[in-house]
């Protein structure tokens, strides 16, 4: 098997200075002390102290079918664990506890093969830490939360309500959107109002970069940007969190009606990884919860739940510059448009060097494969609810129904990468998101 690349190096947690040091009383004998530590089997026993590290564990990580480049996996932690060293093969791989899960990734495991890691757990948090370098950092402020790697802009969460121009949103959207070597990956209208390069069209100001959001809940328009128009009301963060293989915003927000009476909470978790700049990853999981009422979305095109904007060199009409717009299946540009496919990518030529973006289908959502609202003009969004507006059995309504008190949950994911998708492996990246390998603790 091969070598497991490291991307950083571990460290073991150290005391803190106040955890180290005791205060002891001058009239106690060096002797007593020896006979104290040795009653407490050698733990020393005055002041604040952490306890000894636990055992190391071996973690079992099985490739599968498919080989494995660069895929962020997780399991559950072990109890009380605060930080954890991982060791393959004699280096140190970058690991992070959090949420309840250690993180971290796997390089490169080919089909068929097994890796094992030798885990050790602690019940400590480090105060400091060498490998800043590559370290997904989150920045949160009254109206956004950054998130950098290793030091770059990777984007921006935006939940402040502001205005651009005439328009009002309503709606949290991330923007800028930074792929392989710092390309920004999606338009920049309407939230840069002026001053934009003359190839950016300014149709769909409700095409915020990167947002959630659909044309019909409870018959609410929680989708374009208007006085009848729902919105998403920010309630707070749970958790936001960063570290040498993760970051982590988890939002609460209500979806409401134009008055701002809530029809729907939603708990949307977005994950951003420490990957190489040649193929950064992102990760949406969004809980729906009927907790107002039964909640119906409605059968609609006008929808995502989640959509991209594209830059224009990516878009695979007159106006983009070689774009390529094509699905699973092997579809192209128009035909691709309310088609079923495990993902979609697009992609484009900027300064003669060829960039794009997938976005891939959980195989565990609604509908899979669901279909997608893409348009060869610059959106793209996976829309499992439009059946009656895309071709196909016009029959057949895709309302989806969350009962009063219920609550439902879709997974996706957005690559970014160099080249085409063929150049890109996109197909097997959607394995290592659908299909991840298999991880236990031995």
Same mark, same amino acid.
């Given at each position: 098997?091969?070598?497991?690349?490291?991307?950083?190096?571990?460290?073991?947690?150290?005391?803190?200075?106040?955890?180290?040091?005791?205060?002891?009383?001058?009239?106690?004998?060096?002797?007593?002390?020896?006979?104290?530590?040795?009653?407490?089997?050698?733990?020393?026993?005055?002041?604040?102290?952490?306890?000894?590290?636990?055992?190391?564990?071996?973690?079992?990580?099985?490739?599968?079918?498919? *080989?494995?480049?660069?895929?962020?996996?997780?399991? #559950?932690?072990?109890? $009380?664990?605060?930080?954890?060293?991982?060791?393959?093969?004699? /280096?140190?791989?970058?690991?992070?506890?959090? *949420?309840?899960?250690?993180?971290?990734?796997?390089?490169?495991?080919?089909?068929?093969?097994?890796? =094992?890691?030798?885990?050790?757990?602690?019940?400590?948090?480090? +105060?400091?830490?060498?490998?800043?370098?590559?370290?997904?950092?989150?920045?949160?402020? $009254?109206?956004?939360?950054?998130?950098?790697? !290793?030091?770059?802009?990777?984007?921006?969460?935006?939940?402040?309500?502001?205005?651009?121009?005439?328009?009002?949103?309503?709606?949290?959207?991330?923007?800028?959107?930074?792929?392989?070597?710092?390309?920004?990956?999606?338009?920049?209208?309407?939230?840069?109002?002026?001053?934009?390069?003359?190839?950016?069209?300014?149709?769909?100001?409700?095409?915020?970069?990167?947002? %959630?959001?659909?044309?019909?809940?409870? /018959?609410? *328009?929680?989708?374009? %940007?208007?006085?009848?128009?729902?919105?998403?009301?920010?309630?707070?963060?749970?958790?936001? =969190?960063?570290?040498?293989?993760?970051?982590?915003?988890?939002?609460?927000?209500?979806?409401? +009606?134009?008055? /701002?009476?809530?029809?729907?909470?939603?708990?949307?978790? %977005?994950?951003?990884?420490?990957?190489?700049?040649?193929?950064?990853?992102?990760?949406?999981?969004?809980?729906?919860?009927?907790?107002?009422?039964?909640?119906?979305?409605? $059968?609609?095109? &006008?929808?995502?739940?989640?959509?991209?904007?594209?830059?224009? #060199?990516?878009?695979?009409?007159?106006?983009?510059?070689?774009?390529?717009?094509?699905?699973?299946?092997?579809?192209?540009?128009?035909? =691709?448009?309310?088609?079923?496919?495990?993902?979609?990518? @697009?992609? !484009?030529?900027?300064?003669?060097?060829?960039?794009?973006?997938?976005?891939?289908?959980?195989?565990?959502?609604?509908?899979?494969?669901?279909?997608?609202?893409?348009?060869?003009?610059?959106? @793209?969004?996976?829309?499992?609810?439009?059946?009656?507006?895309?071709?196909? +059995?016009?029959?057949?309504?895709?309302?989806?129904? %969350? &009962?009063?008190?219920?609550?439902?949950?879709?997974?996706?994911?957005?690559?970014?990468?160099?080249?085409?998708?063929?150049?890109?492996?996109?197909?097997?990246?959607?394995?290592?998101?659908?299909?991840?390998?298999?991880?236990?603790?031995?």
């Amino acid at each position: 098997m091969g070598k497991m690349p490291v991307l950083l190096t571990g460290k073991m947690p150290v005391l803190r200075r106040e955890q180290r040091e005791t205060t002891m009383d001058t009239n106690i004998s060096m002797k007593f002390l020896a006979c104290l530590s040795l009653a407490l089997a050698g733990v020393l026993a005055l002041g604040d102290f952490a306890a000894s590290p636990a055992a190391p564990r071996t973690l079992v990580v099985e490739a599968g079918k498919h *080989d494995r480049v660069n895929v962020p996996v997780s399991v #559950e932690a072990p109890a $009380d664990a605060m930080e954890a060293d991982m060791i393959i093969d004699g /280096k140190a791989v970058p690991c992070q506890v959090v *949420d309840g899960k250690l993180w971290f990734i796997v390089g490169n495991l080919p089909a068929g093969k097994t890796a =094992a890691y030798s885990v050790t757990s602690s019940d400590l948090a480090s +105060d400091d830490s060498p490998f800043r370098v590559g370290w997904v950092s989150i920045k949160q402020s $009254d109206k956004q939360v950054d998130v950098t790697i !290793g030091g770059k802009p990777m984007t921006s969460y935006v939940f402040d309500y502001g205005k651009a121009g005439k328009n009002q949103f309503r709606r949290p959207y991330l923007w800028p959107v930074y792929g392989p070597g710092q390309l920004t990956m999606t338009r920049p209208y309407p939230m840069q109002f002026e001053n934009l390069p003359k190839n950016v069209q300014t149709d769909h100001p409700h095409h915020t970069s990167i947002w %959630i959001a659909h044309g019909d809940v409870n /018959k609410v *328009d929680n989708w374009t %940007i208007g006085p009848k128009s729902g919105w998403q009301v920010h309630k707070g963060f749970p958790l936001v =969190a960063g570290g040498p293989v993760v970051g982590i915003i988890r939002e609460t927000l209500d979806w409401t +009606d134009a008055d /701002k009476k809530p029809n729907l909470a939603e708990t949307r978790t %977005i994950r951003v990884y420490n990957l190489p700049d040649t193929g950064r990853v992102m990760d949406f999981e969004l809980t729906f919860e009927a907790k107002y009422g039964k909640v119906t979305f409605g $059968d609609t095109k &006008e929808g995502g739940p989640l959509a991209i904007r594209m830059r224009t #060199e990516f878009q695979a009409d007159k106006n983009g510059d070689k774009g390529i717009l094509v699905n699973s299946q092997g579809q192209q540009a128009d035909k =691709a448009w309310g088609q079923k496919a495990r993902w979609v990518d @697009c992609s !484009g030529l900027v300064a003669g060097k060829r960039y794009g973006f997938a976005m891939f289908d959980s195989a565990e959502n609604l509908r899979h494969p669901e279909t997608w609202h893409a348009r060869t003009y610059g959106l @793209c969004a996976v829309n499992p609810f439009g059946l009656h507006d895309f071709p196909g +059995d016009k029959k057949t309504r895709g309302d989806w129904t %969350i &009962e009063a008190g219920k609550s439902a949950t879709l997974r996706y994911r957005i690559y970014f990468h160099d080249g085409d998708a063929k150049q890109a492996g996109v197909d097997a990246r959607w394995n290592d998101y659908a299909q991840p390998p298999a991880v236990r603790w031995k």
